[in-house]
């Protein structure tokens, strides 16, 4: 655990074959992009929100933006590439919490309960809707290390 620090990566888009724009769209007045990375970052873990550059993703970092919360743009059809871009800046035993913004239900309290574990269960991988956990849908993020 040491100095290790934590970074919550929030993956988001608008592009969805199912529901277009899906991210952007409000729940009680919030679009859900907005809403996921407060409630990720609601006891202090920074978050970031990893996006694709282009056009059809400009109205999302427009949102984001607006509601001050931090944006990487990278690839498009490379989800990994813009991962290891949007945490060039850390070190490689730091942990990275991925998320997904059409997601709601992750809140600061659940990361930091699901962090604890992860430690505990000396894990170098973990994701929370293995068998293991019995949590419902909804409630999904993975922890690992850079």
């Given at each position: 655990m040491g100095n290790s620090k934590i970074q919550i990566i929030l993956?988001?888009?608008s592009l969805?074959?199912?529901?277009m724009t899906k991210s952007l769209l409000p729940v009680a007045n919030i679009p859900l992009a907005v809403l996921c990375a407060k409630r990720l970052g609601n006891t202090g873990y920074p978050v970031i929100v990893a996006i694709?550059?282009?056009k059809i993703d400009d109205e999302l970092n427009s949102t984001l933006k607006k509601n001050k919360i931090k944006i990487f743009r990278g690839s498009h059809t490379n989800v990994l590439d813009?991962?290891?871009?949007?945490?060039?800046e850390m070190n490689d035993d730091d942990l990275i919490i991925r998320a997904t913004a059409d997601n709601p239900f992750?809140?600061?309290k659940f990361i930091k309960e699901m962090v604890k574990l992860f430690h505990k269960l000396k894990r170098q991988y973990m994701c929370t809707h293995e068998k293991f956990f019995n949590l419902p849908i909804g409630l999904s993020i993975q922890i690992f290390r850079l």
């Open positions: 993956q988001a888009r969805s074959y199912r529901l694709p550059k282009g813009r991962y290891i871009k949007a945490s060039s992750p809140d600061g």
